[in-house]
Nanobody
């Protein structure tokens, strides 16, 4: 059983920052790429960032230069640092792992960017 638990969401003003955390059950990011996704109301879930087992990262064009994903092996946690937040970043954010031919998801954390 893979467990992913996101935290760190909240309400922030435009231009502000938040750091999301995804606590994992064991060091699963040593065996698979981890992904951050988001889903805004009435929109499809979209990929925001990934971090591979080797630590390489990729980002959606819409967040490049503003968001950074990283991980802490000692804490079995993956992070998404979000700076320069915009209203269009408002969404529920999920972390994801694909293991054993199954897409595992956390429960999500709400991020709202509004003045």
């Amino acid at each position: 059983q893979v467990q992913l638990v996101e935290s760190g969401g909240g309400l922030v003003q435009p231009g502000g920052s938040l750091r999301l955390s995804c606590a994992t059950s064991g060091s699963i990011f040593t065996v698979t790429t981890m992904g951050w996704y988001r889903q805004a109301p009435e929109k499809q879930r979209e990929l925001v960032a990934t971090i591979t087992t080797g630590g390489s990262t990729t980002y959606a064009d819409s967040v490049k230069g503003r968001f950074t994903t990283s991980r802490d092996s000692a804490k079995n946690t993956v992070y998404l640092q979000m700076n320069g937040l915009k209203p269009e970043d408002t969404a529920v954010y999920y972390c994801n792992a694909y293991i054993g031919a199954i897409n595992w998801w956390g429960q999500g954390t709400q991020v709202t960017v509004s003045s």
